[in-house]
């Protein structure tokens, strides 16, 4: 894509990304949406640590696509997705970027949580 217009912009602000050992787990209820071992911590200036999870492990039939979008000055453009689990809908609950910028490609096309606004959403271990 390009650089990030965020980190030319203020070198100082931190995006950390490190590869987690072990297995993160994302479920709503009783409903497992992933459980993977190749999960990348984001650690951001102003934001609570997010993991990102690979597409494929993701039950995708339990994901649909929202209107809403946002841009990251830091990350890029976001992509949304409702999580729609036994008829009821957890709106924009997952995004994605699809086309970070050059300093975050490891983020590409991986899916992350709104755990801290839908508590509905449980991710286990929780970041430290």
């Known amino acids: 894509m390009s650089k990030s217009p965020g980190h030319q912009q203020h070198p100082n602000h931190k995006v ?4 987690v050992e072990g297995n993160v ?13 190749d999960v990348i ?22 994901l649909q696509r929202s209107d809403t979008t946002s841009a990251c000055p830091f990350k890029g453009a976001a992509t949304y997705y ?14 994605s970027y699809e086309q970070p910028y050059d300093e975050h490609q ?21 970041p430290a």
């Open 82 to 95: 409702h999580l729609v689990l036994d008829g009821k809908v957890l709106n924009d609950a997952v995004w």
């Open 16 to 19: 950390e990304e490190t590869a």
């Open 25 to 37: 787990r994302v479920a709503v209820g009783t409903q497992m949406l992933v459980d993977s071992g």
């Open 106 to 126: 490891a983020l590409k096309g991986r899916l992350a949580f709104y755990d801290d606004k839908l508590p509905e959403i449980v991710i286990t271990p929780k």
């Open 41 to 62: 911590l984001v650690r951001e200036d102003g934001n609570p640590p997010r993991y990102y999870f690979p597409r494929s492990a993701v039950r995708s039939e339990l």
